[in-house]
């Protein structure tokens, strides 16, 4: 774990990011016709890596940047600003607990940001209520014998940041269906020679924690194939590809009717020495055969499902 001072257009890569603005809600910063100073609190999500559905390794990064037009700059040897991104873990605990040494700044530029980085393992059903983080910073020491050169905080409004446990879950995707075991939330089209292949995301939530998997069949007069998927715990979101065949196409008379596809949610009866798939929903998603297979895949735009 380390703190870092970077450059305004610096930028880490991440696998999926999340950002929370410490400006207003309009984006506005102090007004450029004003000389002053505006140090502003801001925390980014990340996910690294997955472990589950619901489960893995997120980055959460406490980031103070002026975004004023002057300088911040401290006006005695005593006078400083604390910055701090703190955990909390429960609501007694209104100031949390520094995840890392508070870093002590001396002269903030305009542009110019600190950063404090944590690392930890995340479980989004467990994870409800707390932990919390806070990224802040206040003066400490003594302002000095220096008012000339000091530029004060313009606002006051976007000193501290904090964010919940359902800020830090979205990075995780959508949440499971509300009222359905297994629902289509959106699918896509790949396209391919001779076939086309649908990547649906899908939505499922079931009643017991242990092994489930998702399969997906394509109904007569068209047949497509499709691997199993396995899925982890209660609830959670997951891709399936189903690979459909466009050879109908070359007959006179293009079908009207749209093609099928019955995507089915199994789970394991988990008996000593006895491994026993189970349906326990299915739901059905139905696509125009001309949308599959009547138009170049590139022009086969992303949509959304509600069934």
Not at 4 to 16: I, K
Not at 190 to 202: F, I, S, W, Y
Not at 223 to 238: A, C, H, K
Request: hydrophobic letters at 35%.
């Amino acid at each position: 774990m380390k703190y870092l001072l970077t450059a305004m257009g610096c930028c880490t890569a991440m696998l999926v990011a999340l950002s929370l603005g410490a400006e207003a809600a309009d984006g506005s910063s102090a007004p450029a016709s004003i000389t002053c100073a505006d140090p502003a609190a801001n925390i980014e999500l990340a996910l690294i890596s997955k472990t589950g559905p619901t489960t893995g390794r997120v980055r959460i990064t406490g980031v103070v940047k002026n975004l004023g037009t002057a300088t911040w700059i401290a006006t005695s040897p005593s006078h400083r600003l604390q910055m701090v991104l703190a955990q909390r873990d429960a609501d007694t605990d209104t100031q949390g607990k520094p995840v890392q040494p508070p870093i002590v700044i001396a002269q903030l530029s305009p542009g110019q940001q600190f950063r404090i980085d944590h690392q930890m393992n995340w479980d989004t059903s467990k994870s409800t209520s707390y932990p919390r983080f806070i990224a802040k910073f206040f003066d400490s020491g003594r302002n000095g014998a220096y008012p000339a050169r000091y530029h004060p905080d313009c606002r006051a409004d976007n000193n501290r940041r904090e964010v919940t446990p359902a800020d830090i879950s979205k990075l995780f995707g959508p949440a499971a269906p509300s009222g359905k075991p297994l629902m289509v939330q959106s699918y896509h089209l790949l396209g391919g020679v001779g076939v086309n292949t649908v990547e649906a995301l899908l939505g499922y939530s079931k009643t017991s924690a242990a092994a489930g998997k998702i399969t997906a069949s394509v109904a007569a007069p068209y047949r497509g194939t499709s691997d199993e998927v396995l899925i982890e715990g209660n609830s959670g979101g997951t891709r399936i590809r189903v690979h459909i065949p466009c050879d109908i196409q070359n007959a006179s008379t293009v079908p009207a009717r749209p093609v099928d596809i019955t995507y089915r949610l199994w789970g394991s009866l988990g008996l000593p020495g006895n491994s026993r798939w189970v349906v326990s929903y299915s739901t059905e998603h139905s696509i125009p055969y001309r949308e599959l297979c009547g138009a170049a895949p590139a022009t086969r735009p992303s949509r959304s499902a509600s069934r």
